[in-house]
């Protein structure tokens, strides 16, 4: 087998002398550097060369422990172990890993807003020079235990130097470990860090897992530029093909990313607990049959990807690599003598404080790679990431299947600020949160079961009207239907399946056709709950997708959950979010959720996310995705909860959410056996089949037609208002839904009923009969119905804002 540094040796005459082990740990490659003419290229650092992360891990770890043995458990206690950007991140933690007792820091390129410095040193002959140590805890760099300082290479010695007589000159200690992979000092330097110990008065220890030395001819510098000029090819533009999907990591809250802040035992103990539920979603995600996966990390995250990527190898029966991207230029050369075959070039993609720049992905180019699982923290997570050109574009230019998971970047909070949480939580999933299978969605919502919210219907409406209370800070009492009433949702359920089924193909193809080929689907809950479920499930059926699913909470006049959306921007491309809902009547919410949308964006910085709302039926012409804009009756607007997967309408209270909790609901787990959430999915999916003709022919002729929205809908709610003698369009419910919705949880006046309306309003009338309202037949009422709210209660019914509205 040819070394990887034969090509260099040959033609610039360097020279690797030392320990047999040497050349199957080093090769050699030129840099694109004016300081220095070649590169050590590990083969066991996972940095150039993609490598298994067993191995990778295992070279670090042995290191560490060979430092235990040197400074026994009781010094090995009171270390702190210090790795170098970029290269030895990784490294630095896998000491550390090895060492076991010692919380681990790594110098950073990266300045961080509202963290003081520790200290700072520079490289010499790096590309990129400037370190900056940022502890989270001032104290850990501050005592007198031993300092382990970790890179991948120990030539002359100068940085190692330099970082030890800045931070002695703070806080001198008694001793210093220096670890490295290779210790390749020429023979003049060998004798310099004796010196140096002698110097500051300290011991100073060398712990490597080989030796040796490079031997350069005069000239090398000089020689090497002129090798690089007469090889440098221009960089390859070859057009994207693969596919890039997001894949939610489920990275534990407020464990940080890695050691730019610091990282203890107890930090890495909770990674060891999260790694295989951590994996797994990750071997879910990957396409059926990969043989070769390469897991990447990015310039300093390195420690997280290279975990990930070991826990995948011990998971799978599949060949896993690891490597990371860089900053440093290096020259490519498709030869086997050379270290460097391969080189991809995209932009920064993180906002670098010295500026944009190229970074660079080496030896992932026609590797091989059935999939690429790519790792980088959500300071990286930016529009550079997923632009023409950047990094996932280039990836999907050389393989099949991209992955992008993104860990959460660590931000230690100001001294004196108030505790915040790194990430918001996991969303909730069924069977412990709902009846719905966990796959089908998840809630990103609090569970409040156990908080009595619910009073009857008058009551509550007193309590808004006294108090000015907002609708959703209580709930009301769980309607709970009568033997008849269940007949008639079954009986409707039966006759609408079909017509169901249809809007649902309909409106799930105009996502896949217009908004995104992998959309990751979002309802309004509760009643946009059950319509994305189905959408899921059409796209399953008829293109094999599995979609990712969520529901959040939207409240009038307070906007949609903006904790929810910061969950949704760290996990999924807000360009792929699209909002479910199930109808639309006058179209409040749409006009809520779009001024929602660009508050949150104005605040958060976060943009992409299109206000767009796709639904079931939009009677009132206010949205462009829809299945259908006939005012039908869909069951799930029959019942509540029991059809709603046993959860109640959404919660916002300033005593029960706080500023970085998501909005609550209850699962109502007393009420299973009434529930038939999953029947009504299963009846609707169950005819998925007999409609694709019909599902195919009605998309076409959406596609084609003009979906703008008149708002006809709004236009005819303020004309009822006035003729009726309400002046308030709020006390307006246009629709079967909000029809069906003013029966079941407000104080009703009357039904307005469009003339022959027939078995869509069965339920309807059957409801007004028990609550005693009337219903009022009308030629030519634009929607099947109208539920108008009792005058009576006008100052306790809610207006825009949600609020009680007073006359």
Request: contains cysteine.
């Amino acid at each position: 087998m040819v070394w990887s540094g034969t090509w260099v040796a040959e033609r610039l005459g360097v020279e690797l002398v030392g320990d047999e082990q040497l050349t199957d740990m080093l090769g050699l490659a030129l840099r694109r550097n004016p300081k220095r003419a070649h590169l050590l290229v590990s083969q066991v650092l996972g940095k150039h060369v993609p490598q298994s992360p067993s191995v990778v891990r295992g070279h670090g770890v042995a290191l560490g422990r060979r430092v235990r043995e040197l400074l026994g458990d009781e010094e090995a206690a009171r270390a702190v172990v210090l790795g170098y950007a970029e290269t030895a991140t990784g490294l630095g933690h896998c000491v550390a890993d090895g060492l076991g007792l010692a919380p681990c820091l790594h110098s950073t390129r990266r300045p961080v807003e509202g963290v003081a410095r520790a200290g700072g040193f520079e490289e010499s002959h790096s590309h990129a020079t400037s370190h900056l140590l940022l502890p989270e805890d001032p104290e850990l760099l501050a005592g007198d235990g031993p300092l382990v300082l970790v890179d991948d290479e120990f030539s002359t010695g100068n940085t190692v130097m330099n970082t030890i007589r800045d931070l002695h000159a703070r806080h001198p200690r008694e001793r210093y470990v220096v670890v490295a992979l290779v210790d390749m000092r020429s023979p003049a330097d060998l004798g310099r860090l004796a010196d140096f110990a002698r110097e500051i008065g300290a011991r100073v220890d060398l712990v490597a897992a080989a030796a040796g030395t490079v031997r350069l001819p005069p000239g090398v510098l000089e020689k090497g530029q002129e090798l690089v000029a007469r090889h440098e090819t221009p960089v390859s533009d070859r057009p994207a093909h693969g596919t890039v999907a997001r894949v939610a990591l489920g990275w534990p809250r407020g464990l940080p990313d890695g050691g730019r802040h610091g990282f203890t035992p107890a930090h890495r103990a909770r990674l060891d607990d999260a790694l295989p539920a951590m994996a797994a979603r990750l071997a879910r995600a990957l396409p059926a049959g990969a043989r070769r996966v390469l897991v990447l990390g990015t310039e300093e995250l390195m420690y997280a990807p290279l975990r990930l990527a070991d826990e995948l190898e011990r998971l799978l029966d599949t060949e896993i690599r690891y490597s990371t991207t860089t900053r440093s230029p290096v020259l490519a050369l498709d030869d086997p003598g050379y270290a460097i075959r391969t080189r991809i070039v995209f932009p920064a993609h993180d906002d670098p404080a010295d500026g944009p720049g190229e970074r660079y992905a080496y030896n992932v180019a026609d590797a091989g790679f059935d999939a690429v699982v790519t790792v980088v923290d959500s300071a990286g997570d930016t529009p550079a990431l997923h632009a023409p050109g950047g990094l996932l574009d280039r990836l999907a230019a050389h393989t099949p299947h991209v992955l992008l998971a993104v860990v959460p970047s660590h931000v230690p909070a100001p001294p004196g600020a108030p505790e915040r949480p790194a990430m918001l939580s996991e969303p909730l999933r069924g069977p412990d949160f709902s009846s719905y299978a966990p796959e089908e969605v998840g809630w990103l919502l609090q569970d409040l079961s156990d908080v009595t919210l619910e009073a009857p219907t008058e009551e509550r409406e007193e309590a808004v009207q006294s108090g000015g209370a907002h609708y959703a800070e209580s709930l009301p009492v769980e309607y709970q239907p009568s033997a008849q009433y269940q007949e008639l949702f079954r009986t409707a359920l039966d006759g609408s399946a079909a017509r169901l089924a249809q809007a649902v193909g309909v409106v799930t193809e105009t996502v896949l056709a217009e908004r995104s080929p992998r959309p990751v689907l979002v309802s309004l809950a509760r009643a946009g709950t059950p319509v994305g479920v189905l959408m899921r499930r059409w796209a399953a059926h008829r293109h094999g997708l599995e979609l990712p699913h969520y529901a959040v909470s939207i409240v009038r006049g307070r906007g949609i959950d903006a904790n929810a959306l910061r969950y949704l921007a760290s996990h999924h491309d807000p360009a792929d979010v699209v909002f479910v809902d199930g109808w639309t009547g006058k179209g409040a919410i749409t006009r809520e959720l779009a001024e929602a949308i660009r508050r949150f964006e104005e605040t958060e910085g976060v943009t992409g996310f299109d206000p767009e709302i796709a639904v079931l039926a939009d009677p009132g012409s206010c949205v462009r995705t829809y299945g259908t804009r006939e005012d039908f009756l869909i069951p799930s607007a029959c019942l509540n909860s029991t059809v709603s997967g046993l959860i109640s309408r959404t919660v916002l209270r300033a005593d029960l959410v706080g500023e970085h909790d998501y909005h609550g609901a209850k699962h109502y787990r007393e009420l299973a056996a009434a529930d038939v959430s999953v029947a009504f999915l299963d009846a609707v999916s169950a005819r998925f089949a007999e409609v694709e003709e019909t599902v195919d022919f009605q998309v076409k002729e959406v596609l084609a037609a003009d979906r703008t929205p008149t708002w006809e809908g709004w236009a005819a709610v303020e004309r009822i208002s006035e003729e009726y003698g309400i002046h308030d369009v709020n006390l307006v419910k246009p629709g079967v839904g909000e029809t069906t919705r003013v029966l079941l949880r407000r104080v009703p006046w009357k039904i307005l009923a469009r003339s022959g309306a027939g078995a869509d309003l069965d339920h309807v009338r059957l409801l007004a009969e028990q609550r005693g309202v009337p219903v009022e037949e009308v030629d030519g009422l634009p929607y099947t119905c109208v539920g108008l709210i009792h005058p009576r209660y006008t100052r306790g019914a809610t207006g825009a804002d949600g609020r009680a509205v007073a006359v």
